[in-house]
């Protein structure tokens, strides 16, 4: 089916009225982001059984029309692996979209399949093999090609018709509740899209091995550096690299000149922005180490990692009965954490714990931790 292009408001005006009657549309995205800390909303494709329509934002202003059909719950939304373009459309509408389905998810809660791509999906599904070539292609150039709409295209219309045929795998194998739980947490508010900032440092790759103190300075720069990369517009890596923040963190600089020392002149920080680096560095410095932030990653001790070798042995045996990843049912991560929580609190908070996974297993892992 050839996508329409939807370019003027009364273009949208005319597909919305065309979509009135829906419950269900299949939706995807394309962005750019390799500069910008918010994303470049480039396309937003949307595909029915008789429509396949790709929206321009950049050509008119799209948003009231797209808020207006994204954020009804009376419309489910079906995307394949929905956190970036949820992210996306976070930014753009300024909430995320509701009554989402992910045909991801459900594929993972058939077959041992837990992060299939889309393109694959559908080759295993519905034996169509899809053109990949576009896959890099730059999405904020215009006029689009014909090649760049049908593959954008592509990716709804055969979205729509997955989601019918996985639905239907998950009523027949009584797993359509699992799917329910499991897509109740996609939106567990909008949150998902905008850690807390005394979270950010997490997101900081090598602080594994950084003690509370030194964890103490990262978690103050990360606040910083996202303040900044979004008064700029910038990534976070544009604004300072993770290595760098770690460098701080272990060799604090002891004036404002030293700071020199440990950045690039590629950064582009100018004196202002150097000073507030060195003050919240300073400050972080004399943060009590019972207030500062805690990895978690307690290793395990010998007793421990024979529980957690048993512990996979059982997750592994319970998802091949179930047909399913190991990893879908629960991760090593997960079992780490279960072996690790010393509270009931704790232990219940842990999704093993929650919903479908405790019903097929948690209570099985509990008896064999004692």
């Given at each position: 089916m050839k996508p329409e292009l939807i370019e003027t408001t009364g273009m949208m005006d005319d597909l919305l009225e065309r979509l009135n009657d829906v419950?269900?549309?299949?939706?995807d995205t394309e962005f750019f982001r390799e500069t910008t800390y918010y994303p470049q909303l480039a396309l937003v494709q949307i595909a029915t059984?008789?429509?396949v329509a790709c929206i321009d934002p950049l050509a008119f202003d799209a948003k009231d029309a797209l808020r207006k059909l994204l954020l009804?719950?009376?419309?489910?939304?079906?995307?394949?692996?929905?956190?970036?373009?949820?992210?996306?459309?976070?930014?753009?509408?300024?909430?995320?979209?509701?009554?989402?389905?992910?045909?991801?998810?459900?594929?993972?809660?058939l077959t041992e399949h837990h992060q299939i791509g889309y393109a694959s999906l559908v080759e295993k599904e519905l034996g169509t093999l899809l053109d990949k070539s576009q896959t890099r292609t730059n999405w904020l150039q215009r006029p689009l090609t014909e090649k760049q709409l049908q593959y954008a295209g592509d990716d709804v219309l055969y979205l729509y018709r997955l989601q019918h045929l996985l639905?239907?795998?998950?009523?027949?194998?009584?797993?359509?509740?699992?799917?329910?739980?499991?897509?109740?947490?996609?939106?567990?508010?909008?949150?998902?899209?905008?850690?807390?900032q005394e979270n950010l440092w997490r997101r900081v790759k090598g602080t594994t091995r950084l003690n509370r103190k030194q964890l103490a300075i990262v978690q103050a720069i990360a606040t910083w550096r996202e303040t900044l990369a979004q008064k700029r517009d910038r990534t976070r890596r544009r604004i300072l690299a993770d290595e760098i923040m770690i460098s701080l963190a272990v060799t604090p600089p002891e004036d404002i000149d030293s700071i020199d020392s440990f950045i690039e002149r590629r950064y582009r920080l100018d004196n202002e922005e150097k000073r507030q680096l060195f003050d919240v560095i300073t400050t972080s410095r004399q943060t009590p180490?019972?207030?500062?932030?805690?990895?978690?990653?307690?290793?395990?001790?010998?007793?421990?990692?024979?529980?957690?070798?048993k512990l996979q042995q059982i997750v592994n045996k319970k998802a091949e009965e179930l047909g399913i990843s190991p990893a879908m049912?629960?991760?090593?991560?997960?079992?780490?954490?279960?072996?690790?929580?010393?509270?009931?609190?704790?232990?219940?908070?842990?999704?093993l714990m929650q919903g479908w996974r405790l019903r097929c297993i948690g209570q099985q892992l509990i008896d064999n931790m004692k």
């Open positions: 419950t269900l549309i299949a939706v059984d008789s429509i009804d719950n009376s419309i489910t939304k079906i995307f394949h692996s929905c956190s970036q373009d949820l992210e996306v459309l976070f930014y753009y509408l300024g909430e995320a979209p509701a009554a989402i389905y992910d045909t991801q998810i459900a594929n993972a809660l639905d239907e795998k998950l009523q027949q194998l009584g797993r359509k509740n699992w799917f329910d739980e499991e897509s109740a947490k996609l939106l567990d508010g909008n949150d998902n899209f905008q850690l807390a180490r019972e207030q500062c932030p805690d990895n978690q990653f307690n290793s395990l001790d010998n007793e421990q990692k024979s529980t957690l070798k049912l629960g991760s090593r991560k997960e079992l780490e954490q279960l072996i690790l929580s010393h509270s009931k609190a704790a232990v219940t908070g842990l999704s």
